[in-house]
């Protein structure tokens, strides 16, 4: 039969094993439960059916097309093929203007209006905070 240090050994074993799966199975059911998709106006236009789950959706802030009412923004999201106007109460980036990118986040109420929680400006590789910008420019 197996000594003492054997078995001890063993139940050892088995027990990281099953901690690092538990852990494992944890991880993952509480990604899935998190992630958020990246859709463009076109997708959302080709969507068979509407979900109540949050979406992200990215593309281009159409020319002249920020409204500003009180606390209310309104603007529509472009990919140039199809567009999706956008509501969002709340303060917005700093980086977030007309013809420059955008991801909203929210709960889509049809295929053409999306309710958002959530703005994300986006800047490509050549973005300089305007400070360090204005630093540059004075030396």
Do not use: C, W
């Amino acid at each position: 039969m197996y000594g003492k240090k054997v078995k001890l050994r063993a139940f050892f074993i088995i027990l990281v094993f099953i901690s690092a799966l538990l852990i494992t199975f944890l991880v993952i059911n509480s990604l899935k439960e998190n992630v958020v998709y990246f859709k463009s106006p076109t997708e959302i236009k080709n969507l068979t059916q509407i979900d109540k789950k949050k979406i992200r959706i990215g593309g281009m802030v159409k020319k002249d097309s920020i409204e500003v009412n009180s606390k209310n923004l309104k603007f529509i999201v472009t990919d140039f093929k199809n567009e999706i106007i956008v509501s969002y109460d709340g303060a917005v980036p700093n980086l977030f203007e007309e013809e420059k990118g955008v991801v909203a986040e929210g709960y889509l109420q049809d295929r053409k209006f999306l309710k958002a929680d959530k703005i994300l400006a986006k800047h490509d590789e050549n973005y300089m905070p305007p400070e360090v910008k204005e630093a540059i420019s004075d030396n």
